[in-house]
């Protein structure tokens, strides 16, 4: 099994800046790809950025040119990054942290972290 724990969450001004982190453990030799889904009040979770394990990034529309997705790799410890730049309200969201399998259309199969706020201030 493999264990998410994110961190790096938390209050910013519209415009600047936010580092997301997410350690994994455990089975990490059996990730395929992690990535980074938010869920703002009121709608749908949604993807927002994947990354395979050969480096190949998919963005939400939302967020191109705004965050990266980035992996680093220990032999005992994966940890994802999300860098998220020029921050919206329209961004403030409980953004979750997950390692498995995406699929077309945004569907996902694997395992999530237990989620960390992120809201932004106009």
């Known amino acids: 099994q493999v264990q998410l724990v994110e961190s790096g969450g938390g209050l910013v001004q519209a415009g600047g800046p936010l580092r997301l982190s997410c350690a994994a453990s455990?089975?990490?030799?059996?990730?395929?790809?992690m990535g980074w889904f938010r869920q703002a009040p009121g709608k749908q979770r949604e993807l927002v950025a994947s990354?395979?394990?050969?480096?190949?990034?998919?963005?939400a529309d939302s967020v191109k040119g705004r965050y990266t997705i980035s992996i680093s790799k220990y032999t005992a410890k994966n940890t994802e990054y999300l860098k998220m730049n020029s921050l919206e309200p329209e961004d403030t969201a409980v953004y979750y942290c997950?390692?498995?399998?995406?699929?077309?259309?945004?569907?996902?199969?694997?395992?999530w972290g237990q989620g960390t706020q992120v809201t932004v201030s106009s």
């Open positions: 997950t390692a498995g399998t995406y699929y077309t259309g945004g569907y996902y199969s694997g395992t």
């Open positions: 455990g089975s990490i030799f059996s990730i395929n790809a």
């Open positions: 990354c395979t394990n050969d480096g190949r990034t998919n963005y």
